[in-house]
């Protein structure tokens, strides 16, 4: 719970003083022995803590989402199974989970979302990694438009999406093979292009490491790169240039 749930508690009267001094007096973070939880990332960076769910042991994985989940009225997981959805549905009710993107997660009813970015793949097989961008952006309360299977190989599809596209306050670019579509929209918008490249390709694509190299080599401007396959940090990304061109930040 954040310092200004617990103020705005105290001052409805739904939590004493004496109660609201115990939660001041607590860490920054919560030792479960096996995970130290960060209960204030989202006082420092704006964003709650988010659970990576690849390779947690089953009982860390309950405990952490539970805790989370009473701690913050929601709570955001990437990179889950089916198995790891059950268990943590059969704890927490509310829990949802996406096959393609693999997020597991429980979320505020009534969240607003701002601004406009937009999630572009190139290709049907890119999906996975770019839903997981979308989901991302917005559970942090991002307005999210999808534009899927666009890539170069048939750059008509592109072109029919580009009034789409080029409202946008951040743009995000997913494909594999050589993963040119980040170049192509480069050239095509003003504001900041986040690519990511996926580990889809035949065997010289080298598990995404192709798409990569194009994608850091780039002779289009504003471009940045994250890792192969790594939607949540393009969602991530994606949010605080959306926050921030939607705050006005910069402007006169």
Known sequence: MDTKTILKKVQEGSLTVDEAERLFARQPF??????????????????????????????????????????????????????????????????????VSR??????????????????????????VAEEAAQTAEFFGTYVDRVFDVGVSGIHRLLSEMDIIQRANCVVAVAGMEGALASVLGGLVKNPVIAVPTSVGYGASMHGISALLTMINSCANGIAVVNIDNGFGAGYMATQINRLAESGAGRE
């Open 103 to 128: 997020i597991l997660k429980a979320e505020r009813a009534d969240k607003q979302h701002i601004g406009r970015i937009a999630v572009c793949s190139a290709g049907t097989a890119d999906i996975p």
């Open 30 to 99: 919560e030792d479960l022995g096996f995970a130290k939880l960060d209960g204030h990332r989202k006082v420092r960076q704006g964003f709650p803590e988010v659970i990576y769910c690849s390779n947690k042991p089953d009982e860390y994985l309950v405990s952490i989402y539970k805790k989370m989940f009473e701690e913050n009225g929601e709570v955001f997981g990437t990179r889950a199974t089916r198995h790891q959805y059950e268990l943590v549905k059969a704890e927490l009710p509310q829990v949802t989970y996406d096959e």
